[in-house]
């Protein structure tokens, strides 16, 4: 890592907790297509998550919000399902000071997500953190691709013009940002929040990212 200079990471689960993007999910979705079909709520939600798992979260409808109004026909726009869980956006709590701790230490910072840019744009609104970042990347709407992808990593280094091993990344999902940054080079490290996971390369907190980047610089 003495070589990394920009430091990337994931939004949800990794600088906000899963609240909103849940709520957006599983509570207003569900209650739009109860409210449709005359069904229980505990209904609606076994059905619309059954539709969810039949297209899987490596396709790119899964991130997308129109898709799935159109989907199940409901009388809504992405916007207003968003705004309506908006006050349940929060970030975790050591998230500023370690953003400024690194940017102190002179890393750059970005941000890759695979939800969508109105997600993601929403989120950075409420939680007032855009300034810390050079780039926000939506790897489903600026690349139509999702971080399962090398191509996504590659692509991103080239914007940002550094080689893979000059970057960290960190996230909560290890797949999409462990194992596939790591695949290319990048040192990436899986943020476990429930502390199960006891890998040299597991964190816990940012915080613990932060002490790991900071401690030689």
Same mark, same amino acid.
Not at 50 to 64: F, H, I, K, P
Not at 86 to 99: A, G, S
Not at 169 to 196: C, K, M
């Given at each position: ?36 079909? /005359?069904? *229980?709520?505990?209904?609606?939600? #076994? &059905?619309?998550?059954?539709? @969810? ?85 939506? /790897?489903? *709407?600026?690349?139509?691709?999702? #971080? &399962?992808?090398?191509?996504? @990593? ?64």
């Amino acid at each position: 890592m003495g070589d990394a200079h920009l430091v990337s990471l994931d939004m949800d689960g990794t600088i906000t907790d899963t609240s909103f993007v849940d709520s957006v999910w599983l509570e207003g979705i569900p209650r739009l297509f109860a409210a449709k079909n /005359s069904l *229980s709520f505990e209904q609606a939600k #076994k &059905n619309v998550k059954t539709e @969810y798992d039949n297209v899987g979260r490596e396709r790119l409808e899964w991130y997308d919000l129109a898709y799935w109004i159109n989907k199940f026909g409901l009388e809504a726009s992405p916007r207003k399902v968003l705004h309506d869980f908006e006050n349940r956006i929060t970030m975790f709590p050591e998230v500023p000071k370690v953003l400024e701790k690194l940017k102190d230490k002179g890393f750059r910072l970005i941000i890759i997500s695979n939800a969508r840019r109105e997600f993601v744009d929403l989120e950075l609104e409420k939680t007032k953190i855009t300034h810390y970042f050079e780039h926000v990347f939506s /790897s489903t *709407s600026d690349f139509g691709l999702i #971080k &399962n992808s090398v191509c996504l @990593y590659k692509k991103i280094c080239t914007i940002c013009k550094i080689a893979p091993n000059e970057m960290v990344h960190a996230g909560d999902d290890r797949l999409f940002d462990f194992e596939v940054p790591r695949s290319l080079g990048i040192s990436a490290f899986y943020l476990d929040r429930t502390r199960q996971c006891k890998e040299e390369a597991a964190i816990h907190t940012l915080e613990e990212l932060n002490q790991k980047l900071t401690a030689n610089r």
